[in-house]
């Protein structure tokens, strides 16, 4: 045989979970997407299909939703925890398992009512392998904007330079982090209000010469903050804010009227980490 | 020729603006996607490609930006309306034109900052011809849940019928409205307020015994009060929360935990008119 | 009351539905999303919450796959067709009835193996009332393009016209075409395939002076190859692709490299008819 | 200080580029979306917003649509390749370049003329380091489907499995390919041929037992045919479609009336690689 099987993991995707509290006439309501992925002894179903080591993907999914109903769903993390731990603890072939959730966030209304907020979306994933578990928290669609405060100038200027230096600009991103815990037992709640309060608070505060000097104070500030923190891995898109250009029409235009583009976008990704 | 020109228009669509109002430290920022349509006298662009009566769509686009530096955008229906007006006013050969606009929320977060809030789009749509103009304030993406409160039985049971009758369900829509104003001056902000606060005032205050029950409580409580909405079509996708079934797995599921599914679901669309 | 119901309509959307058909070891397949709404005498439900007279959507949705298996799926015009005249004929309440279908299309590789061909999308609406039926067809997402053979000038300029005037420029669209049927007794996929043809063959024949040239063209000859059709309303997007401005670089552009933009674009819309 | 930069990069997403050539009536047209990212001595505009090692993203898209006209595109991989030398080459500062390519593809219908074919997408991906450079190749988007010689059976039964067995079921999926080039010079667009090939005709080829195997298969199948891989990853989905329960109207369902789920979705990823 001229080839062989390299890493490989399987698992179900996207399970849609909505968890209601019914302890009293003051409902709680949790609203998910589960994904779960399996590692291990895979090896036989994919030579010869023999499935004797494959924890079905449907009896992944039910065991998410059983598992709400047997546990209760604390926070993500938590819950990626207990279905990660399951999936290894209870299948002697599964060796790893990977669980990633998303949680949609909704406003209360009333006892029984709520109204989706969109915006930002909570993450988690948690990895639990021979080696033990590792929780990243994460945020993801958190848009921001700076209508002043950022400039940008001072650039090389190559053959296919032709961008004009600026010394006010708008500045606007969606914040895409994920951040990775030093433990297993951080108040995993506190720890996302923490970090995404030093997300914005960095980005409205830091007056900007480069999204990457931004994006290095955001980072810098969840690992000042947020002592559970070991690194904070962050994805921005600059969303180019252009000025329009209304000369043509006898109109100045001081820094007003702007169109949003779609494509193309800068993206500055980086990663800053705990000093040890 | 066995074949002519019936209804037919053009124009610029999702033209993205943003509006900045810098008349001190604490700026103002309006976030607008503005699509311009014009009628009129078009056939010979049609029938002979003779462009000498078509206002260019990019002439159209140019207007969007340079109107919003002359004079301002305070709401989105006055905004279309003088749009509107300019070209029927200016363009001979345009006998009607319709601007739809959608403003996108964002949440102040200081002088000069701002997060988006995702979750519900403002809409307005102001439609201008010879009878005269008309405007429709509109919402999309409004999405409720009530955990309880809901319920439905009593419908009739042909050959293919199999749903369980239910006294407790989950009601949960994407409220995706339209409100025909009564006249052109109504306070625009003060009735996107009033409407949006009413659609879902009467959501979450209704004991459904169905969606379209609720689909008309919510239109007649915008028709009560708002005086100046003559007429509200509403669009509600019915958001299917089915009860997992856990009993496999000797659970019981006391209306706690539910798939929320994707396709298909259901979709009641409504008018409630103002009498007379 | 100061309000009272209006127009109103419920069903099942998006039922996605695989049909196969297993005569032999040479499969059939046909892969659909139908849509259902119905009308009637649905006040009660509104007003009271009665739901006597409500077929419910889960039947309707029951029906569509039942359906599929009773009657077999030739043509979606007449599964469409089936569909509404069983919910009117067997439901006393229900007056009328429209379905929406979209039929994906997919390629043959072999006797029970397929390829999605993506692209264009092949649809039907069938609205059935108390004046009888009407049949619509349909194509979405026929994305087509001239690099050369487009012109645009001629135009008038008024003060906030800029664009240049063009005598050769890319031209593309996203076809969105709908057309009206004489009766229902047409061969529907041989209709199709004529319209589809007729459309395709009529943007890439015409050298165009205006996108309405083009889209008058294109009904044109629609009406002219295709006798079954009354009308086509066309909605054609102007998918810009501008010439990128390479002088800064010492390079001349001489119509080969272009930018494609997502927004605004143009949008181009109308209607061609056959004469009585 | 307590953080330090850890991994960084940035770059101008998604420049949509669409490149003709016209050397005579008979054009060509390639049609593209260029990601480029950049590596290297960037610390100090994160540190400090000294932007003087920063090369714009401005300028790097730029340089895409430049080099469109300058050298030509003959393949999305070359074409990737001469963009990361440069930016490598001419830029101190920078030590690695990433470019990420997509190819939509389009059918040619005239001289001039061309429509989109939808469906699968062709990528590249070429990294540029201090340790040379990789080329990956990749489709997304291709859509497959077997009607009947795929059976799941075999698996172990826990607590929370319900999966009934069966020998006959639809197996669909979207194939998600990278494969890893052994070197810099393969004739990139036979590869591309021969790779789509063998993935296609080893799902279609395949009596399955498990999507797993169906994986395998694909995966050896390309690195048998076209020598130039190295190794191949597949990310398959498995597109469920469920036999639609007709019991309860008094029919049967022998393979033939399915409904096509969303959501969740199987999830099955694993790499195939060449024995050295």
New interface residues.
């Given amino acids: 045989?001229?080839?062989?099987?390299?890493?490989?993991?399987?698992?179900?995707?996207?399970?849609?979970?909505?968890?209601?509290?019914?302890d009293g006439p003051r409902?709680e309501?949790i609203?998910l997407n589960v994904?779960t992925?399996l590692t291990g002894d895979?090896a036989d179903?994919?030579?010869?299909?023999?499935?004797?080591?494959?924890?079905?993907?449907?009896?992944q999914?039910?065991?998410v939703?059983?598992f709400?109903?047997?546990h209760g769903i604390s926070t993500i993390e938590e819950f990626g925890l207990l279905l990660a731990r399951h999936f290894v603890a209870?299948?002697e072939p599964v060796h790893g398992a990977r669980v990633g959730i998303e949680r949609y966030s909704?406003n209360r209304?009333?006892d029984?009512?709520?109204?989706?907020?969109?915006?930002?979306v909570r993450t988690a994933a948690v990895t639990l392998g021979p080696a033990g578990a590792e929780v990243v928290g994460g945020v993801r669609?958190?848009?921001?904007?700076?209508?002043?405060?950022s400039e940008?100038?001072?650039?090389?200027r190559?053959?296919?330079?032709?961008?004009a230096e600026t010394t006010d600009r708008?500045l606007a991103t969606d914040v895409n982090a994920e951040w990775l815990f030093t433990g297993l037992d951080a108040d995993w709640d506190a720890a996302y209000t923490a970090v995404t309060g030093a997300l914005?608070g960095a980005?409205?505060g830091t007056h900007?010469?480069?999204?990457?000097?931004t994006?290095?104070a955001m980072?810098?500030r969840v690992?000042?903050t947020v002592p559970e923190v070991a690194?904070v891995?962050l994805s921005l898109?600059?969303k180019h804010?252009f000025l329009?250009d209304?000369s043509?029409?006898g109109?100045?235009?001081?820094?007003?009227?702007?169109?949003?583009?779609?494509?193309?976008?800068?993206?500055?990704?980086?990663?800053?980490?705990?000093?040890k």
């Fill in positions: 045989m001229t080839f062989s099987l390299g890493d490989n993991s399987y698992g179900k995707a996207e399970c849609r979970l909505v968890r209601v509290v019914r409902h309501m609203d994904s992925s895979l179903t994919h030579l010869t299909g023999d499935n004797a080591k494959v924890l079905t993907t449907d009896a999914k039910n065991t939703y059983a709400a109903r047997e209870t299948q909704w209304l009333g029984h009512s709520f109204a989706r907020s969109g915006g930002a669609g958190l848009t921001l904007m700076n209508t002043t405060g940008f100038h001072g650039f090389p190559d053959r296919y330079t032709t961008l708008i914005t980005f409205t900007s010469l480069s999204l990457q000097q994006l290095y980072g810098g690992i000042e690194e891995r898109p600059n804010h329009f209304l043509p029409f109109l100045d235009n001081p820094d007003e009227v702007y169109y949003a583009a779609d494509r193309p976008y800068g993206l500055i990704e980086g990663t800053v980490k705990r000093e």
